[in-house]
């Protein structure tokens, strides 16, 4: 079936950025894996084509094209190439609206230019240990003292933290023994800011390109200006932004899945087993037919959630119904394809492998499987 979402100018974005990563990330993807980070570099390099300004207002150097229908052709064409640019992505789907949301006219005239060239680079800092998906746990701390916050704890899981410039840092200013969500503020926090440092980076089994780090703050003075949208009102400006982020996991399981499934096509057709082509075997016919149909029919249910997210009509609910059900499929989808290359599937030469162990983190973050259950079941009542 032919997605129905996109206009010619996302098909024109589209042909932009599969030429770039087929010249500028394919090659070097393996390297990029090895090193464990993307170099700074590929940023600037998309800043220059466009891609890391599309959202940003024209008056600072963007397109003001905030259109998610961009981000989504950015994800199919990178599970196109079988590779990932999981802290680009980052980057524009998930802590870029934050910027866009909250930062006041003096914060955008300072950020806004650098974050469309793409030299200036982000992280969110929400997860902590022993708190995982409980965001109202938060035990970092932000004391006001004059024109500063002193921010004290420790983060973990943090996508893109080796090299960010900005880091958004989830922190408590206040508490409420009442209401555990309340007292939760955003502040910025800069590289090179004293008492902010960076401790392991984390050896993960799958997205080997995407640094996750942990990182720690002692006594970091941010100012006051540093400070995105207003003081105690961060747990519902993450309830508003989630759902993108959400989406965007399903985005990428659905173009992975949908990459799997094309890989495998071509492999069982050009190997050989028994004196026959793979291909032959109902029982590969069987797996495959299985497969495409499922990821039909999660792309139908992602397409119609991405018109609603466009419209502004997406709920949090449905934004979970769709992460829970992609996520699912794809582990299934991937795992059935694998399973037609025999031992060369476990062998990471092959590219689908990586997807295999790339696959495995997306049930996780941005809410676990679990939780999105949680989420749809209040939505029902129970």
């Not at 993307?38 to 397109?63: H, N, T, W």
């Not at 069987?286 to 466009?310: K, P």
Request: hydrophobic share 45%; glycine share 10%.
């Amino acid at each position: 079936m032919q997605q129905h979402i996109f206009t010619a100018d996302h098909e024109a974005f589209r042909g932009l950025v599969r030429d770039f990563i087929a010249r500028e990330v394919v090659p070097h993807y393996e390297d990029w894996e090895k090193a464990g980070r993307l170099p700074r570099k590929i940023f600037e390099q998309l800043g220059s084509l466009g891609v890391m300004g599309l959202a940003i207002p024209e008056e600072y150097g963007g397109s003001g094209l905030d259109d998610y229908r961009y981000n989504v052709v950015l994800q199919e064409e990178t599970a196109r190439h079988l590779v990932t640019l999981g802290t680009v992505r980052t980057q524009l789907d998930v802590i870029l609206p934050y910027f866009l949301a909250y930062a006041n006219k003096e914060q955008r005239e300072r950020w806004f230019p650098r974050l469309a060239a793409g030299t200036l680079l982000t992280a969110i800092a929400m997860t902590e240990p022993g708190t995982g998906s409980d965001l109202a746990g938060i035990r970092t701390t932000a004391v006001r003292e004059g024109d500063h916050y002193v921010v004290n704890g420790a983060k973990t899981f943090i996508t893109g933290g080796l090299l960010a410039d900005l880091v958004i840092v989830v922190a408590r200013t206040s508490s409420d023994p009442g209401d555990r969500r309340a007292g939760l503020t955003l502040l910025v926090v800069e590289d090179g800011m004293p008492g902010f440092s960076r401790g392991r980076v984390l050896d993960k089994i799958g997205i080997k390109v995407q640094d996750t780090v942990e990182l720690a703050f002692d006594d970091v003075r941010v100012p006051v200006a540093n400070r995105l949208g207003e003081e105690g009102e961060a747990f519902s400006y993450l309830g508003h932004n989630l759902p993108q982020e959400r989406m965007t996991v399903a985005v990428g399981s659905v173009a992975q899945a949908q990459a799997a499934l094309d890989t495998t096509v071509a492999y069982v057709k050009d190997r050989t087993v028994f004196g026959k082509e793979l291909s032959s075997f109902q029982n590969t016919k069987f797996e495959l037919a299985a497969v495409a149909a499922e990821v039909e029919a999660a792309q139908a249910m992602l397409d119609r959630a991405v018109r609603e997210l466009v419209e502004g009509r997406l709920s949090g609910a449905d934004a979970a119904k769709v992460k829970l059900f992609c996520t699912e499929m794809q582990a299934r989808a991937v795992d059935r394809c694998l399973q037609l290359f025999g031992g060369y599937g476990y062998i990471r030469e092959y590219p689908i492998a990586r997807l295999y162990a790339d696959a495995r983190i997306t049930r996780i973050y941005a809410g676990t499987s679990e939780v999105m259950k949680v989420i749809i079941a209040k939505s029902l009542g129970l």
